[in-house]
């Protein structure tokens, strides 16, 4: 299949690094298409761990890897996870990032933590790393993009426009210290040069390992309810997480995409702020955070947890069109004697639904429905495939694929890279 789009299903931290990191092994190029700094992939391989945060995970295997048009880029943070994996032997000769790229420039972040820190009890619960605020001068039409990093002049006329403005925002607004022209002008020339070489016309790229027939994976960060149109805003991403997205901030054509791998965990997490119907209230909830290790890879925060919910993956299948679905950290299960899956929302008026409310109020309030199953209580070490699962665990993954309508194809079973099972 040449190209393969691979969605978060939920709100981020799916496990997709993994799942990436399987099918990269089989793909020819690896772009991610959307977000920047704020994801981190982590992937267990021969014992070590990576933590990505800007590379696609085809990084590890050597691919041909491309940082989409459609993606943010925080130069620093970049040049030090080249160093850190050429440090590690890992080479980054085949990667490629999109001219077209923005970049996250030092005012960014520190509004992003301004802007939060004076939203207060309104605040997104952001991972602080500039993300809105580029996106928003980039649809504002005053941002920065790589291309103009490798032109001095260019640089300097845009720093000089920008910088008459952000520094009234930063000083008047956010009470933080002004930034100055000369020492970003010249930080940036320097982090230009160790960019250069990965620069180039990424769609062109693509387009041509599309035509010579070669394997194309489109590796989505974040996830489907962190979307900026169809996600619960305003507690989203600034940037199209939909598989929809993917071929857009890529640069080529949706005809081009034939298959779509939505990636949900066998439970549910999000970080930050925003609605979350099936949350779990108590000791519930910390014994799972501490079972299936949720602490953000980027920021450190505790996740919250919670039972799976198949009205929200209902919608991100409607919303992605996905061909297969791919359940992660099922192993993390094992320790409960009951679970609890969502199949429906009780809304405000009594009704129930098996869609996910249009509008923001009546989502706020919405009841999980549970369906209660047995646990299997067993570790899952031992299966070498789908059906060698405990029984309880294969009912488990077939209510899924059953209520949803997609295929499980591949099942997470632990956090080494060969834990993942096949249908
Ligand atoms: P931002 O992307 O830093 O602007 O944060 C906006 C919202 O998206 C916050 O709730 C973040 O916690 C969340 N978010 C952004 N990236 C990720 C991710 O990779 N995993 C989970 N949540 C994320």
């Known amino acids: 299949m040449p190209a393969t789009v691979l969605v978060g299903a939920q709100w981020g931290d799916e496990g997709k690094g993994k799942i990436v990191d399987l099918l990269a092994r089989h793909s020819d190029v690896v772009c991610r298409y959307n977000g920047g700094p704020n994801a981190g992939h982590t992937i267990v391989a021969d014992g070590e761990t990576y933590k990505l945060r800007h590379m696609p995970s085809g990084i590890l295997w050597g691919r041909e890897c491309v940082i989409g048009a459609g993606c943010v880029v925080d130069p620093a943070v970049f040049v030090e996870e080249l160093d850190d994996l050429e440090a590690r032997g890992i080479s980054t000769d085949r990667l490629r990032v999109s001219g077209n790229a923005h970049v996250i420039m030092p005012w960014h972040i520190a509004i992003d933590q301004g802007g939060e820190r004076r939203l207060g009890k309104l605040k997104i619960g952001t991972t602080r790393r500039g993300i809105g605020p580029t996106y928003a001068d980039k649809a504002f039409r005053l941002g920065i993009r790589i291309q103009d990093l490798l032109e001095p002049k260019i640089l300097r006329q845009k720093l000089e426009v920008a910088l008459a403005e ?3 925002w930063l000083e008047r607004v956010y009470g933080a210290p002004p930034l100055e022209l000369e020492e970003l002008a010249a930080r940036h020339e320097q982090l230009a040069q160790r960019l250069r070489p990965y620069v180039t016309d990424t769609s062109l790229l693509v387009d041509r390992a599309l ?9 989505g960060a974040h996830g489907t309810l962190l979307d900026l149109d169809h996600g619960t805003y305003p507690f989203v991403t600034s940037s199209s997480t939909l598989a ?4 857009a901030s890529v640069g080529i054509g949706p005809t081009r995409i034939d298959a779509v791998v939505g ?3 066998a439970y549910v997490t999000r970080v930050g702020e925003g609605p979350f119907p099936t949350e779990i209230e108590g000791d519930d909830q910390t014994r799972m955070r501490k079972l299936g290790g949720e602490f953000g890879t980027v920021t450190g925060r505790d996740r919250r947890c919670g039972w799976l919910d198949l009205v929200a993956l209902r919608y991100a299948t409607r919303l992605n069109g996905f061909t297969t ?3 992660t950290k099922l192993d993390v299960l094992s320790n409960f004697d009951e679970l609890r899956v969502c199949t429906a929302y ?3 008026g009594g009704e129930e639904t098996r869609e996910l409310p249009a509008h923001q109020s009546d989502f706020h309030h919405a009841e999980p429905v549970y369906e209660v199953l047995p646990g299997w209580l067993e570790p899952l070490d031992e299966a070498e495939d789908l059906a ?4 309880a665990a294969r009912e488990y993954v077939e209510l899924v694929g059953r209520e949803v309508g997609v295929p499980v194809a591949l099942v997470g079973t632990g956090r080494e890279r060969e834990r993942v099972l096949r249908a």
């Open 166 to 168: 952000k520094n009234v």
């Open 211 to 219: 035509r010579d027939g070669q394997a194309v994976l489109l590796e």
């Open 244 to 247: 929809g997205g993917a071929a």
């Open 263 to 265: 990636v949900a965990k």
């Open 325 to 327: 679905l791919a359940l």
């Open 346 to 348: 009780r809304l405000r």
């Open 388 to 391: 060698a699962l405990p029984e």
